[in-house]
């Protein structure tokens, strides 16, 4: 059983930089497992915001940036906004599986 | 304007069967892979199924392997999952999604399906 592993939950101050991490339990995270990252608001639909390990889509904001870091997929935010408060979910690719796989998600909160 | 409206959640027994369906507006439906994806009350997204732009390709998460069939019919714009033998565990809001991890992702607004006695 596949495992991906997000922080559960990541408190920032308005203005700081946060980084959340995606890990696999099958070892170092790749572009291989073409990672993405989405954002879900409470009582929204999941909208995503980077595919691809660091690809961003047009509606991305400047502050969000995607990458690879020790082994794991990571998203960085850089002067967080109080709207960025919500959870973050990244995305997997299992290419022998042909599936995919999202982690448990993490609760970031704006303080 | 991009949209995608599923349909055809509810209350089903266990054991039971479902069908849902996601119709497509305002892009070329038949050009895209389409996903579902759910998420059971207060927990986590989980990966479902995705079929290929022509329907030739599926695949499945373990999890409802052989019980769920992902579908499609381009000359309607509609995605569907058919989904037998529903456990208590298959309780969620099913989101259908264009691209989902391509550059024109997009996602609908998800149906309910609550599997109970």
Redesign the interface.
């Known amino acids: 059983?596949t495992v991906v592993t997000q922080e559960p939950s990541l408190t920032v101050s308005p203005g700081g930089t946060v980084t959340l991490t995606c890990a696999s339990s099958t070892g170092a995270v790749t572009s291989g497992y073409?990672p993405?990252w989405?954002q879900?608001k409470p009582g929204q639909?999941?909208?995503?915001l980077i595919?691809?390990t660091n690809?961003k889509?047009s509606w991305t904001p400047a502050r969000f940036s995607g990458s690879l870091l020790g082994g794991k997929a990571a998203l960085t935010l850089s002067g967080v906004q109080p709207e960025d408060e919500a959870?973050y979910?990244c995305?997997l690719?299992y290419g022998a599986?042909?599936?995919?796989?999202?982690?448990?998600?993490t609760k970031l909160t704006v303080l | 304007e991009v949209q995608l409206v599923e349909s055809g959640g509810g209350l089903v027994q266990p054991g039971g069967s479902l069908r849902l369906s996601c119709a497509a507006s305002g892009f070329t439906f038949s050009n895209y892979w389409m996903?579902w994806?759910r998420q059971a009350p207060g927990k986590?997204?989980?990966?479902v199924s995705?079929i290929n732009s022509d329907g030739s390709t599926t695949?499945?998460?373990?999890s409802v392997k052989g019980r769920f069939t992902i579908s499609r019919d381009n000359a309607k714009n509609t995605l569907y999952l058919q989904m037998n033998g529903l456990r208590a565990g298959d309780t969620a809001v099913y989101?259908c999604a264009r691209d989902?991890?391509?550059?024109t992702?997009y996602?609908?607004?998800?149906t309910l399906v609550t599997v109970s006695s």
């Open positions: 059983q073409f993405n989405f879900q639909a999941p909208r995503a595919y691809s690809n889509h959870e979910y995305l690719y599986a042909q599936a995919w796989v999202f982690g448990g998600g | 996903h994806v986590g997204l989980v990966w995705r695949n499945y998460a373990d989101y989902l991890v391509g550059p992702s996602w609908g607004q998800g």
